[in-house]
């Protein structure tokens, strides 16, 4: 069993940033691969980022590409999101996942979910 807990959301206003976190409990964190997915009201969960076990490979959504940076440190049992020049689109709920194996786009094949934290950019 792997537990996962997000932080650091919050609101920004448009241009502004923040960095998520998420810390893992529970078995070895660095055997996982790890995602970020967000979901918006009324819209369905979309990927976001992915992050090998690793660290040495990574893949991000169109959308984020150039303003958000994930990243993992092993020995903290913790994943980063680094999001630059929010925009009010980028306004969801941001949840990380954890999976076996190779990182993925698609949330059906994460096994491990955090309870989300809030981002809310206001133009």
């Known amino acids: 069993q792997v537990q996962l807990v997000e932080s650091g959301g919050g609101l920004v206003q448009a241009g502004g940033s923040l960095r998520l976190s998420c810390v893992a409990s529970?078995?070895?964190?660095?055997?996982?691969?790890m995602g970020w997915f967000r979901q918006a009201p009324g819209k369905e969960r979309e990927f976001v980022a992915t992050?090998?076990?690793?660290?040495?490979?990574?893949d991000y959504a169109d959308s984020v590409k150039g303003r958000f940076t994930i990243s993992r440190d092993n020995g903290k049992k913790t994943l980063y999101l680094q999001m630059n020049s929010l925009k009010p689109e980028d306004t969801a709920l941001y949840f990380c996942?954890?999976?076996?194996?190779?990182?993925?786009?698609?949330?059906?094949?994460?096994?491990?979910w955090g309870q989300g934290t809030q981002v809310t950019v206001s133009s």
């Open positions: 996942a954890a999976r076996p194996g190779a990182g993925s786009r698609w949330s059906g094949e994460y096994v491990y």
């Open positions: 992050i090998s076990w690793s660290g040495g490979n990574t």
């Open positions: 529970g078995r070895t964190f660095s055997i996982y691969a």
